[in-house]
């Protein structure tokens, strides 16, 4: 790592010198400017990581610099240099956006620590706007969409565990992003410059399973025409990513447990073990506890993998969401596929967030990109969907028995509104669990006006069954 650039600004020489010196000894690399303005074009010259300037100079003073260097690298830390009789000035450039100043005379200890916490600051700063970068490229690509709380509780967990060497089993079903969910996990923990591994280990046939995960040397067995690196040692100093890991044969489970107490590898036909570093990160879509018991899964590499849990909502728990990610997919199929712009109805999307997507979002993204290139118009309505539920209820839902010999009209039609509400009513709180805000907003109601309903027709009972995609 290169030495931090300090650019030092002060009239007088030896004070240049002097702070250069300092500067020098504890292993930091100086530029020296006579003036504010050979201050200036000296930042436009190079990349400083600090500047360190005296308040009163003849031409262009102190302020006047703090003001221009603000202009041009709003995040570069200024550190202002001042006397005693000058500190209401020293004060004001605090007001400014100078980091903090040093008051003459100085010693070196005093200025080497200044400085020290300004170029953490720097750091931090940057840091955060590489990460607020990071995470904007990542809502632009799609990584994680969602404002429900079920994908806040992911977020929140996410943030929490990023940060530590902890192993995280991530958890649900296919197509709900938990590859995802490890690849941002390892994007913004310190492993971040490090390889990601990802492995999908139901793809590995057994017989080259050890040969994959550690490796082997030239000729350890037949067909090992040349030495080859494992999974383990290729992600050395990162982050693995065993998807499916239900999928490791009980062999490798015991060969892959030790290497993770261990921290060492061992090459097949090699005699000895290498160093390892690496964060292990585990998915699977099954009931990892149930496989235990099914002896499918040692419970030993079951503890040690489930240090933290990270279970990934399906879609059915969070459609909310759902109109977020179909206008997202929406727009990628588009972009992707060169068609002209296309958007949703809102009927099509009612019908989107009525279904239940045994795919997850996987199945969303593919049910829109269908769409989008099927479609003829620019408005995709319910008839370019691959499914569409009926908004009024089957014949078979309610009947309706008047006396042979009358017909009221305002009778039975008030009669027919009540039963066709009341089926309503009941479809739309089967289709959400029983969860009211959720019903109501499928029935186009407020919660207050359902739950007079639901009071109104004795539906508070009512219990949940399977809605089918």
Not at 90 to 104: F, V
Request: charged share 25%.
């Amino acid at each position: 790592m290169s030495a931090p650039l300090i650019l030092i600004v002060d009239d007088e020489e030896h004070i240049r010198k002097i702070m250069s010196i300092m500067l020098g000894k504890k292993g930091y690399a100086c530029r020296l400017a006579a003036s504010g303005a050979e201050a200036l074009e000296l930042l436009t010259q190079e990349s400083f990581d600090a500047v360190l300037t005296d308040l009163h100079m003849p031409g262009l003073d102190g302020l006047g610099l703090l003001a221009k260097i603000k202009e041009m690298a709003p995040d570069l830390v200024v550190i202002v240099v001042t006397a005693f009789a000058t500190m209401e000035t020293a004060i004001l450039a605090m007001k400014a956006g100078a980091y903090d100043y040093i008051a003459k005379p100085f010693n070196e200890d005093e200025i080497i620590l200044v400085l020290e916490k300004a170029l953490e600051r720097g750091r931090l700063v940057a840091e955060n706007r590489r990460l607020k970068r990071e995470m904007g490229e990542r809502l632009d690509s799609g990584v994680f969409l969602g404002e429900s709380q079920a994908m806040k509780n992911v977020f929140a967990l996410i943030a929490k565990v990023a940060d530590t060497k902890a192993t995280v089993l991530i958890t649900g079903e296919s197509g709900t992003g938990k590859e995802l969910a490890a690849q941002s996990i390892h994007r913004h923990g310190p492993r971040r410059e490090k390889p990601f591994v990802a492995v999908n280990c139901g793809a590995i046939p057994a017989n080259l399973m050890e040969s994959e995960f550690f490796g082997h040397i030239k000729g350890a067995f037949t067909g090992a025409d040349r030495a080859k690196e494992g999974l383990l040692a290729e992600a050395d100093g990162g982050t693995l990513f065993l998807d499916e890991v239900t999928e490791l044969p009980l062999d490798t489970q015991v060969k892959f447990l030790r290497a993770l107490q261990e921290e060492e590898i061992r090459r097949v036909g090699e005699n000895f073990s290498r160093r390892v570093d690496l964060r292990v990160l585990a998915a699977t879509n099954r009931n990892l506890s149930e496989e235990v018991a099914a002896g499918r899964f040692r419970e030993d590499l079951y503890y040690r993998l489930n240090v933290i849990r990270l279970n990934m909502p399906p879609l059915r728990e969070r459609s909310e969401d759902i109109p977020i990610l179909a206008n997202y997919f929406l727009e990628a199929a588009v972009k992707k596929n060169q068609l002209p712009p296309k958007s949703l109805s809102p009927a099509a999307l009612r019908i989107l967030a009525a279904q239940t997507y045994s795919g997850n979002v996987r199945a969303l993204k593919n049910i829109l990109e269908q769409a989008a290139i099927m479609s003829d118009g620019t408005v995709i309505g319910p008839q370019d969907l691959p499914f569409q539920e009926p908004i009024l209820p089957a014949q078979s839902d309610f009947s309706l028995t008047l006396p042979p010999d009358w017909l009221d009209l305002k009778k039975a039609l008030k009669e027919v509104t009540r039963l066709t509400e009341e089926t309503l009513i009941k479809r739309a709180l089967e289709r959400k669990n029983n969860n009211q805000s959720r019903a109501a907003e499928l029935l186009g109601l407020s919660r207050r006006a359902l739950i007079t309903k639901i009071q109104a027709y004795g539906l508070g009972r009512a219990r949940p069954k399977p809605d089918p995609l």
